[in-house]
């Protein structure tokens, strides 16, 4: 039976999350490991969840070192929030603005009639 046992590279001998490795046979038939880095989550909207689009899939070092336009969107809330969550909160803010209007309105009307009786 080979022997499958191998030697660490780093100072911790833990099994944690930032402490991942594969075992590999280099071509001189010896067995040692690599360290596997962590794998980056793609960017998710605030509000309902969706992957953002045409923002940059990469973990933050990698995103550090990036410009601007690859880790944003032009838009209002770019990089934060998707489309249809913008979209959804102007037709919210919209629909809020016109009630407040039409409780005012309907106010008016009231004081109208009763200052005509």
């Known amino acids: 039976m080979p022997d499958a046992r191998v030697t660490l590279r780093r100072k911790s001998?833990?099994?944690t999350r930032s402490n991942k490795f594969k075992k590999v046979r280099t071509p001189g038939g010896k067995l040692t490991i690599q360290y596997l880095k962590k794998l980056p989550s793609?960017?998710?909207?605030?509000?309902?969840?969706?992957?953002?689009?045409?923002?940059?899939?990469?973990?933050?070092?990698?995103?550090?070192?990036?410009?601007?336009?690859?880790?944003?969107?032009?838009?209002?809330?770019?990089?934060?929030?998707?489309?249809?969550?913008?979209?959804?909160r102007i037709v919210r803010a919209?629909?809020?603005?016109?009630?407040?209007?039409?409780?005012?309105?309907v106010k008016q009307h009231k004081k109208q009639k009763l200052a005509s009786q």
Do not use: H, W
């Open 13 to 15: 001998p833990f099994c």
């Open 42 to 88: 793609t960017p998710k909207c605030g509000d309902t969840g969706r992957p953002l689009f045409g923002v940059a899939v990469a973990r933050p070092k990698e995103l550090k070192r990036m410009s601007k336009r690859q880790k944003s969107v032009s838009r209002c809330y770019g990089g934060v929030l998707s489309g249809y969550a913008v979209r959804n």
């Open 94 to 105: 919209f629909l809020l603005e016109e009630q407040k209007i039409v409780k005012k309105v």
